[in-house]
């Protein structure tokens, strides 16, 4: 099993910018990517980016230009660097750590922006 802490989430206007990290430990030395999930009150869980072990990015087509994920090789941790954020950004977001067959989640933290 893989503990995941996130950290990051909070109130930001329009346009700002957010950086959210989460890192991993536990029986980590198995995974193929980590990244990130949001859901929005009363929508389903979304996916929005993640990264390979290898170092390949995916973006969800709403962040895709705006968020970059990262990740330090030295930890198992990614970073999701949130720019030009809307309010349809507004969510909890959760870590996901991926393993074929197998996927643990982070705790969650709230991102909201509001004018």
């Known amino acids: 099993q893989v503990q995941l802490v996130e950290s990051g989430g909070d109130l930001v206007q329009p346009g700002e910018s957010l950086t959210l990290s989460c890192t991993a430990s536990?029986?980590?030395?198995?995974?193929?990517?980590m990244g990130w999930y949001r859901q929005a009150p009363g929508k389903a869980r979304e996916f929005v980016a993640d990264?390979?072990?290898?170092?390949?990015?995916n973006y969800a087509a709403a962040v895709q230009d705006r968020f970059t994920i990262s990740r330090d090789s030295a930890q198992i941790a990614v970073t999701l660097q949130m720019n030009s954020l809307r309010p349809e950004d507004t969510a909890v977001y959760y870590c996901?750590?991926?393993?074929?067959?197998?996927?643990?989640w982070g705790q969650g933290t709230q991102v909201t922006v509001s004018s």
């Open positions: 996901n750590f991926h393993v074929p067959g197998w996927d643990d």
């Open positions: 536990g029986k980590t030395s198995s995974f193929a990517s």
């Open positions: 990264i390979t072990k290898s170092g390949f990015t």
